[in-house]
């Protein structure tokens, strides 16, 4: 938003200087993104008039002036521009004067007494662009006839001025105006405000012109008067040009002038179509598919209408009877432009919906002011008044007979009040607000508003779409208070070393274990697809928790294993020429749980705890020439977490998963002296899974609770034993179903005071037919480790101890001594 200083003050004028307005609109939000005078810095130009103007004796294109420039002598000054004559008045540059620089970076120039073609020239007549006025280089500037003569120019067209960029957000469309900008100044500064008076132009003439608004989803209100009889051709008021110059528009003529300084000065786009060129009523609709326009920019665009589903729609049209006239909210059309042959004219102000207009310029490649506006949202309650004061511009300048304004008010939005809680304001600003403040602000913005105990109930003017929650409220009352009298408080906190958990360990120490087993961490999304939650986990798609919005098809639902992408990571490497991969993840997976409440790792209905999984893939170690080449297996993978998890111990128990081979897959249940606690699965992927993924060869998978895993406990200090431990061993034939852990199992059970551990050492499985045992049997060799901290074991002791294990393991297991 672009406007001069001049402009803002003929509104509201506070008592601030130029840059103290601009600091105090820049702490309010409403950031000043420049601010320069109008003209560039120039010295010693004052007004002059020719008073002769005679042909040069030696140059075909100069002519030697004499001009009166209020010193009290005649000036020689040879000019070459073909509008120099007697009697006009024009800026004169005087010998010592420094002019802006040619070129951007350049050095002022400066004025000095010098010769033309050997005639003495005493100054400079300028041009408006060397006085940094515009572009026209065609001849000198020509001044009204009153100027006075010796009085300085920049005094003269006020070329101090202050030209003001504002830097809006999207929400302060409020502000896409002087009017609006001269609210939220007088807001600021507490100076009253003056808005533009009018009078309203008499209905002279008794005419309407059909307008039919089809689509209420396009245009919530629309009104138009009829004026006949105006003069196009008129000379569009200086100050009105003066204005929309230093808003950055151009003069173009006079009824698009007083139109564009209307949009400008109240925030209201309007548009002036000539009414002859209109063929018949008009018609207020979306645009169908194939309808052409050719735009007042010259574009000619194709509108597409609404698509196969009939929801989208490509743009609103104005339309007469032959077609559309104008594309609604954005561009009038160039078929029924006004023009210098126009007599008879209808001016149009509406309200488009914001929603009609968003994006629609940007889809033909251009922008335009209106559009700008309606996409951010117009006042509706003032399109009439808007429309009033137009008509009045116009008639004021261009003369005509006004008609009676036909409105029709069909989709206006309605603003719903909005609550604010003073405690609310006081947390999230910071400072200690009272009523007293609150009430003084919304009063200053213009609030309508009344007060329920500590809270606020606002009702937003018509002009404020951005007023629509709680913490826009807020929002005001901050920049209202003024941002730099928030107080700089930044955050305090204690400080102080921290003892490390001795009883847990960090996770990053269980990723550093793995990485030293040859395993590489990856790093996935939380989301994955619905086949792979299917094929993995075997859920149905009830079960399964989708992705309201998801960022590709691929991830629409949130994962419950690791499994998923780390599969899809050793399918990308197989396919980039990797033989041998090891992958682990540490990540949260998500699970539907009605039973669990809010928690650091739960939320009411989801479960969703950090665990670590990982997969193997390919050779149990790298190709050399000390080990033969064989794949990796289960009891591999089981080697590297035995490793990774000590000193903790675990069992695993063969058990049965979707994603796993049924009789290559087992449980994992970490071990202690009171307790045993699943932890997680371990075992060779599926075989319709690794035909699934097209891998030859299928991986050994293995995913673990997290935080179980962490808990290590405090060591408990023991006195070295002063006696030797004695071992035994204890070799015992089962059926080969039975496991060693069965069997491990059943002798820890019977809790002897001497026994300090039991290890499996030996395993033999007969060839048919060539021992004592059945081909059904094994032989299980376990060595007993038994110490005594008080004396020395004796063999009554030992060999009592051994019989009862092996009791045990006859009872539990149908074993027998071997």
């Not at 009697?87 to 004025?111: D, R, S, T």
Request: glycine residues 8%; aromatic residues 6%; hydrophobic residues 40%.
């Amino acid at each position: 938003m672009q406007f001069s200083e001049s402009w803002l003050r003929q509104y509201v004028n506070p008592s601030l200087d130029s840059d103290a307005l601009g600091h105090a609109m820049t702490m309010a939000g409403l950031e000043v993104e420049e601010q320069h005078s109008f003209a560039p810095a120039f010295t010693k130009i004052v007004i002059a008039q020719i008073l002769s103007a005679e042909q040069h004796p030696d140059a075909d294109r100069l002519r030697v002036c004499k001009v009166d420039a209020g010193t009290g002598q005649e000036l020689q000054i040879v000019c070459g521009a073909p509008n120099a004559r007697a009697g006009i008045k024009i800026p004169c540059a005087m010998v010592g004067a420094e002019l802006p620089p040619a070129e951007a970076g350049g050095k002022p120039f400066m004025i000095k007494v010098g010769k033309l073609r050997g005639v003495e020239s005493q100054g400079m007549l300028c041009s408006g662009r060397e006085l940094g006025l515009g572009d026209d280089h065609e001849g000198i500037l020509e001044l009204p006839q009153d100027a006075p003569v010796g009085k300085d120019i920049r005094e003269y067209l006020d070329l101090d001025d202050q030209i003001f960029v504002i830097k809006l957000t999207p929400n302060k469309a409020d502000c896409l105006s002087l009017l609006g900008m001269a609210r939220e100044v007088s807001a600021i500064t507490g100076a009253d405000l003056c808005a533009p008076k009018w009078s309203v132009p008499a209905k002279a003439i008794d005419e309407k012109l059909k307008v039919t608004v089809e689509n209420t989803d396009l245009c919530g209100r629309f009104a138009g008067r009829v004026i006949r009889g105006v003069n196009p051709q008129v000379k569009t008021p200086e100050y009105i040009v003066k204005r929309l110059s230093r808003a950055g528009q151009r003069s173009i003529s006079a009824l698009v002038d007083l139109s564009n300084y209307v949009m400008l000065e109240m925030g209201q786009p309007t548009h002036v179509f000539d009414i002859d060129k209109l063929n018949g009523d008009i018609t207020v609709r979306w645009a169908k598919v194939g309808e052409t326009l050719e735009l007042l920019n010259g574009q000619t665009v194709t509108l597409q209408g609404p698509d196969s589903a009939g929801k989208l729609q490509d743009a609103g049209v104005v339309a007469d009877q032959s077609g559309p006239v104008a594309l609604a909210g954005i561009m009038g059309g160039n078929h029924c432009a006004v023009s210098d042959d126009t007599k008879n004219i209808y001016v149009e102000a509406a309200y488009w919906l914001p929603s009609a207009i968003q994006g629609r310029a940007r889809r033909f490649n251009f922008s335009t002011d209106a559009a700008h506006r309606f996409e951010r949202g117009v006042d509706p309650q003032n399109t009439v008044n808007c429309l009033e004061y137009l008509s009045s511009l116009i008639i004021e300048v261009c003369g005509g007979q006004a008609g009676p304004i036909d409105d029709q008010i069909l989709n206006v939005p309605e603003r719903k009040p909005v609550r604010m809680r003073l405690t609310r304001a006081q947390k999230v600003i910071g400072i200690p607000l009272t009523n007293e403040i609150v009430a003084d602000v919304f009063k200053r913005l213009g609030f309508e508003f009344k007060q329920e105990g500590d809270a606020f109930i606002v009702t937003p003017p018509s002009y404020r779409f951005d007023i629509e929650i709680e913490e826009d409220l807020i929002e005001e009352v901050a920049r209202m208070y003024g941002f730099e009298n928030i107080p700089d408080q930044p955050p305090v906190a204690s400080l102080k070393m921290s003892a490390k958990a001795e009883a847990k360990r960090g996770i990053h120490l269980l990723r550093q274990r793995l990485a030293l087993q040859g395993y590489q961490e990856a790093v996935n999304f939380g989301f994955t697809d619905l086949e792979s939650e299917r094929r993995l986990m075997g859920v149905s798609e009830k079960d399964v928790i989708a992705v309201l919005n998801p960022i590709a098809n691929q991830y629409g639902v949130m994962r419950s294993t690791l499994w998923g992408g780390l599969l899809t990571n050793l399918k990308a490497n197989l396919n980039r020429g990797a033989g041998r991969v090891r992958l682990f993840e540490t990540g949260r997976v998500f699970n539907r749980d009605a039973n669990v409440q809010e928690e650091a790792s739960k939320v009411a209905g989801y479960n969703q705890p950090q665990k670590i999984g990982g997969l193997a893939y390919g050779s149990f170690v790298p190709e050399q020439w000390a080990n033969a080449t064989r794949a990796v297996d289960f009891f591999d993978v089981k080697g590297d977490l035995e490793r990774v998890l000590d000193p903790l111990h675990f069992v695993t128990e063969a058990a049965q998963h979707p994603a796993l081979h049924p009789g290559r897959s087992a449980k994992i249940f970490l071990t202690t002296a009171k307790n045993r606690v699943e932890v997680g699965f371990i075992g060779e992927l599926h075989p319709g899974l690794q035909q699934a993924y097209e891998l030859p060869q299928a991986p050994v998978l293995f995913e673990l609770e997290l935080d179980p895993i962490r808990e290590l406990g405090l060591p408990v200090p023991e006195e070295l034993s002063k006696f030797p431990a004695v071992q035994r061993d204890l070799a015992v034939v089962v059926k080969q179903d039975v496991s060693a852990q069965t069997l491990l199992d059943a002798m820890s059970a019977t809790k002897q005071q001497f026994v300090r551990g039991i290890e499996l050492f030996d395993e033999f499985k007969p060839k048919a037919g060539s021992s004592s045992m059945a081909d059904d049997e094994k032989s299980l060799a376990f060595r007993v480790t038994l110490l005594n901290p008080v004396e020395t074991l004796q063999d009554p002791q030992i060999d009592a101890v051994m019989a009862s294990l092996l009791g045990a393991v006859e009872k539990k297991c149908a074993a027998r001594l071997r």
